[in-house]
């Protein structure tokens, strides 16, 4: 399987630079027939890695099918470069055609001006489903959804569902569930395209249907969706409205993307990076330095009241220095221990997995990890530390002190993020720097302290 994608890998490489090689030429002829046999997602990233100049070329040499599929796979950014060299009706050719999802999340990152000047041209059918969508908030199953499925009468018979099928499959986005609504749209069950086949010519789908249907609603979270669909192993799920009729289907492909999307913040965050939903290497500098600055400048004021610390302890210092050789030790041991406890934990509230333990559990078992781990750290460090300078207090200081970090690390990585999720605010975000706030501040007091009881100053 590893050879299989590598081996892929290589051979999109290859597509691209060559494709790139053919444009710099103007060998138009040659770059659309290494095109034809290519798949339209590796199209898209190879036009995307093209230079501007040679995309709307590349672009260009795609018949209008192949365009329109093609053209839904490429970034965002990359979307709006073209549509800005387009003529104004390939664009309206292009878009229109789209499913009404993938539309609809192009139309987020465009500017107002553009949006509206698109939908004004769409037809009356796309416009309607397109504005329909975006009058759904933001990251909500309404907003991600497709209106394009469908739905039967419960009392039609196998032979006839089929040939309604038939009919209507090339307006559909998902074929292989089957939505049974009412004479109001109220979704009442779902047949499986499988369910249907298997089944009597005569049968009816109210004989077959399944009437327990798994379901979210408009204002259902994007996350929440994917979580329902990872639960239940769906291919797709139904969307309804406040009144229970069905709108749309959310389908197991948007799904990667919103999971993807989910991962990608929750790295970011616990980086304590703010994240947009832009590629981060494709966005400016003066941006980034944004993004980026926000926590590095509470951390620095960390530092700053951790020096302040370290300066008060002068007197100490004086008179035992080597002590400051191990203040780094100390406290980069105890923010990585932070670190692990609430990168478990933030990820276990991602997945639900500890749910049902509650925090104290919770804590109370990272607590259990960090005495152990800050025992055996600290073994090792007291031994270290008397081989290096000799003196035992200062080598029982460094141990002692690193096993009370590595509890404080512990409590303090597990419980923020449970603490932070009950303000509302977003754990993986906010835990970073307020670990490396606890461990550099409350750490560096708890080895003066050790220190001078241990050595009797």
Request: net charge negative.
């Amino acid at each position: 399987m590893t050879v299989n994608g590598t081996k892929h890998n290589e051979l999109r490489q290859l597509v691209r630079s060559q494709l790139e090689l053919l444009l710099e030429s103007s060998n138009l002829e040659g770059a659309k027939a290494l095109l034809v046999p290519v798949q339209p997602v590796d199209i898209a990233e190879a036009i995307e890695g093209l230079p501007e100049s040679m995309q709307v070329i590349a672009f260009r040499l795609l018949s209008k099918a192949e365009a329109i599929e093609v053209y839904e796979y490429l970034d965002y950014s990359v979307q709006e470069a073209l549509i800005e060299e387009f003529k104004r009706q390939e664009v309206i050719d292009i878009v229109d055609k789209m499913s009404p999802d993938d539309r609809a999340k192009l139309f987020d990152e465009l500017p107002a001006k553009i949006v509206r000047r698109l939908l004004s041209q769409l037809s009356p059918k796309e416009r309607q489903a397109t504005a329909q969508l975006l009058g759904y908030e933001e990251d909500t199953a309404g907003r991600i959804m497709t209106p394009e499925y469908i739905s039967l009468k419960e009392s039609l018979t196998v032979d006839e569902t089929l040939e309604r099928i038939r009919s209507l499959a090339n307006a559909s986005e998902i074929i292989y569930y089957l939505y049974v609504t009412d004479a109001s749209r109220h979704l009442t069950g779902i047949v499986s395209l499988r369910d249907l086949v298997v089944s009597p010519s005569q049968t009816t789908l109210g004989e077959i249907m399944t009437r327990d249907v798994v379901f979210v609603h408009t204002n259902t979270d994007q996350e929440e969706v994917a979580k329902t669909i990872q639960r239940y192993d769906l291919l797709a799920i139904p969307v309804v409205d406040r009144e229970d009729r069905l709108v749309g289907v959310v389908t197991v492909d948007d799904v990667i993307d919103i999971i993807e999307q989910e991962a990608t913040e929750d790295i970011y965050a616990l980086g304590g990076l703010q994240s947009d939903k832009d590629n981060y290497f494709q966005t400016s500098l003066v941006t980034v330095a944004r993004r980026r600055v926000v926590w590095l400048f509470v951390l620095l004021l960390t530092n700053t009241v951790t020096g302040t610390i370290i300066s008060s302890q002068k007197n100490l210092l004086q008179e035992v220095v080597i002590l400051t050789a191990f203040i780094p030790l100390l406290t980069g041991t105890g923010g990585n221990v932070g670190a692990q406890s609430s990168t478990v934990v933030i990820r276990g509230l991602n997945t639900e997995e500890i749910n049902d333990l509650g925090t104290g559990k919770v804590v109370f078992r990272e607590a259990l990890a960090g005495i152990l781990l800050g025992s055996i750290l600290g073994i090792m460090a007291t031994v270290w530390a008397f081989w290096l300078q000799g003196n035992i207090y200062v080598a029982l200081s460094v141990g002692i002190s690193l096993v009370a970090i590595a509890l404080l690390a512990s409590v303090a990585g597990s419980a923020l993020p449970f603490l932070f999720r009950s303000f509302g605010l977003d754990p993986a975000l906010m835990s970073a720097p307020f670990i490396t706030t606890a461990v550099d501040v409350l750490g560096v007091l708890i080895y003066f302290n050790i220190a001078r009881f241990i050595l009797g100053i």
